[in-house]
């Protein structure tokens, strides 16, 4: 092909894909129409699989896909399929599986040789265009994948066709059933004990991912059992991560992931999953401990979700922003050398900001070793001791200091925001949002709780078909949704229920989760699968796949066992109670193998042995008694636990679902009372705040009130 200023990918919905419009590459999405191409001319394919936010795929496409060498020897050779991760995580999760199998591990950015069907018989990650750091040239790969395609036929074709046997038998878990039994959550929490760094935090070496799950379900066992080693490891965890350079000490919000043990160097992008998950570990937190800087945390994430990563007008969060805003920096926009900062402060300023945040001549960055990374290296208490002076008085410096840095950051070139709406992702938001609104209260908590259904709302009008179910994307062209997508956003349905009484949520939470039991559920060996069993043939590595790990964001089986149980409590169906438990067994066999990566798991093990507890606050509107009792409720941190604000009016208007219906047939939302029920019994009303929070904390793991 003739090559011209921009390829195919120029039209493209990704953000991720347009950007490689000018390469000189002729590259293809996925689709028919390269398998076809692949198989008319008999060449392998080359697969690339990255994403907008992801540093090392913006090396791969300097260095290599814009090389014009490297260019001409891919045009020649293979057939380039360029895959966004965001986009297509069904393609991205099944050449993962694969890529990890012949290399050892996998990742973005993602390389795959692929036969013309698109079978996997090699692959990668990061490949230097020439020998270095260990690894093989890409030109030395390229040239080696075509000779042995070439002239090795009947290996390649071997290799692949037992690739994909076994990436289709461990992606289907087809061996992995076995009889439920609750206590295997002790494995999964000793597990984390076991990997937790009591110095640094977290739940393993460098680099260091954060666990959401696992933070969770430490502070879940904590609450029943009182052992004060869960909680440590928690909250050491919460503690050395907003304070480590991981966090965004000026902005808020979470970068991807730590390269060191002491969470202080980051991969810099930041990623929707990652904030909303651990928003909801510092609300946790914060209920758990009533710590302030875990709400800080908290409070942080949102101020740079609702001023970066959402659409304020429309309602919906962002996917990601990128770590750099060019190729030629690595997480510049967020590093300071010592003369940038003292440019931005005052003296006085500078001195004070220096030790809190540890900024020197020499930094952190080893691409450059003048810019350091902020991270909270002394309390405000302590600087206050060095300079003789008071504590109320370095605060104040601080947050003065702070502001006018932030000012000054603003005016360098930002990262890229990608403004792509996926489906799960914003579910997984307005969740977490309805938490915030909850746990925090006032003005923030109330426009949080706006946001989140204002979200909603456009997810349910624009992203909703009965025969196709939720898309994977909002706007654009219509993009087949995932179990992901199904799940989430039928968890935000009922969170959004739990915070309105509108039974409109309700029904269309019912409805979703319906539907993905007709579409998605295995009924030959149960258990979930990512794709519905009517969605468009996926092409190439087309082997079921049944999402279990955490990885990055909670598994999609372990999701769908969380709201088949509480939609359960509210109606009374025993077929979600069926399906939960039937999810659950066809993992048992191999969730000891998984570890912290089955964190979900052991949430959604827990509220199956328990069942959801739920909280039926009654009291007129403006009756002081009823608002103590929600706050002392939304005080607390159960998993899974839900609280039903009823007053005369909105008990009226039919607002309880048929379960709660039939369980307080006789109720009177007149008086402020709380009704703590767990399946189809209710402990007595009680109308004292903090024998309620007692209450709560006190129902044991596995047994009903």
């Not at 430490?218 to 909680?231: D, G, K, V």
């Not at 109606?571 to 964190?599: D, S």
């Not at 409720?633 to 379960?659: H, M, Q, W």
């Amino acid at each position: 092909m003739a090559q011209t200023n921009e390829n195919r990918l120029k039209n493209s919905a990704s953000p991720y894909l347009r950007s490689a419009a000018h390469q000189p590459i002729d590259w293809y999405e996925w689709g028919e129409d390269a398998f076809a191409r692949a198989q008319t001319e008999n060449k392998p394919i080359l697969l690339d699989i990255g994403a907008v936010w992801c540093h090392w795929c913006h090396v791969i496409d300097r260095e290599s896909y814009e090389n014009p060498e490297i260019a001409e020897l891919i045009n020649r050779l293979f057939v380039a399929v360029k895959v966004d991760r965001d986009e297509r995580p069904d393609v991205d999760a099944r050449y993962q599986a694969a890529v990890s199998a012949i290399s050892g591990q996998g990742g973005w950015p993602l390389t795959g040789f692929l036969t013309p069907q698109g079978k996997p018989f090699f692959g990668g990650t990061y490949f230097p265009p020439e020998d270095a750091m260990g690894r093989p040239g890409f030109k030395r790969i390229l040239l080696a994948v075509a000779e042995a395609y070439e002239k090795r036929r009947e290996e390649v074709e071997r290799v692949a066709g037992a690739l994909t046997e076994a990436v289709g038998k461990a992606e289907g878990f087809v061996e992995a059933h076995a009889p439920f039994d609750a206590t295997m959550v002790n494995g999964i929490v000793e597990s984390a004990l076991r990997l937790f760094d009591a110095t640094n935090g977290g739940f393993s070496r460098a680099p260091k991912f954060p666990h959401a799950s696992v933070i969770d379900l430490l502070l879940e066992q904590y609450q029943t059992s009182r052992e004060a080693h869960l909680l440590a490891a928690a909250e050491t965890t919460l503690e050395k991560m907003g304070r480590g350079g991981v966090y965004d000490q000026l902005a808020g919000g979470f970068h991807r992931y730590s390269t060191d043990e002491r969470w202080l160097v980051p991969h810099f992008e930041k990623v929707s999953y990652d904030n909303s998950e651990l928003l909801k570990n510092y609300l946790h937190g914060y209920q758990v401990t009533r710590k302030p800087f875990f709400r800080e945390i908290a409070e942080g994430i949102i101020e740079w979700v609702n001023e970066t990563l959402s659409d304020r007008q429309r309602g919906g969060f962002y996917a990601s922003q990128d770590a750099d805003y060019s190729l030629d920096d690595d997480g510049d926009y967020f590093t300071w050398t010592l003369e940038e900062m003292r440019a931005a402060l005052s003296d006085k300023e500078s001195q004070i900001i220096s030790l809190y945040y540890d900024i020197q001549v020499r930094g952190e960055m080893h691409h450059n070793p003048a810019k350091n990374v902020l991270w909270i290296a002394r309390e405000p208490q302590e600087i206050a001791a060095l300079l003789g002076l008071e504590e109320t008085a370095v605060r104040l410096i601080l947050a003065g200091a702070r502001g006018k840095m932030l000012a000054a950051r603003r005016a360098r070139p930002t990262p890229y925001v990608d403004s792509t709406l996926y489906v799960a992702w914003n579910a997984m938001f307005v969740s977490a949002y309805l938490e915030a609104w909850r746990a925090l209260g006032g003005t923030l908590g109330d426009r949080c709780r706006q946001f989140a259904l204002k979200t909603l709302d456009r997810i349910l009008s624009e992203a909703w078909n009965e025969e196709k179910g939720f898309a994977h994307r909002v706007g654009g062209e219509w993009l087949h949704g995932t179990l992901d997508d199904q799940i989430f956003t039928a968890a935000a349905l009922l969170d959004a229920y739990e915070a309105t009484l509108d039974r409109r949520y309700f029904a269309a939470a019912q409805q979703a989760v319906d539907f993905a039991l007709a579409k998605y559920f295995d009924a030959h060996s149960d258990g979930f699968l990512d794709r519905a069993s009517d969605a468009p043939p996926l092409g190439g590595l087309d082997v079921g796949r049944k999402p279990l790990q955490d990885s990055p964001t909670p598994g999609g089986n372990c999701a769908a066992v969380i709201i088949l149980n509480r939609l359960y409590a509210y109606t009374g169906a025993a077929l979600y109670r069926e399906r939960a438990a039937q999810t659950l067994e066809a993992f048992a066999g191999i969730v000891p193998q998984y570890g912290i990566f089955a964190a979900t798991f052991g949430l959604a093990a827990l509220l199956h042995a328990r069942h959801p507890l739920q909280v039926v606050i009654t009291g007129r509107g403006d009756d002081d008694a009823a608002r103590k009792l929600e706050e002392a409720t939304n005080s607390v941190y159960r998993f899974g636990k839900s609280v039903l604000r009823v007053t005369p009016e909105r008990l009226s208007s039919d607002g309880l679902a048929p379960a709660l219906q039939q369980t307080v047939p006789h109720l009177r939302a007149d008086a402020a009372q709380a009704l703590v029920c767990v399946e189809t019994t209710c402990l007595p009303p009680v109308n004292d705040a903090e024998k309620l929070a007692a209450v709560l904390t006190g129902i044991a793991a596995a047994g009903a009130p």
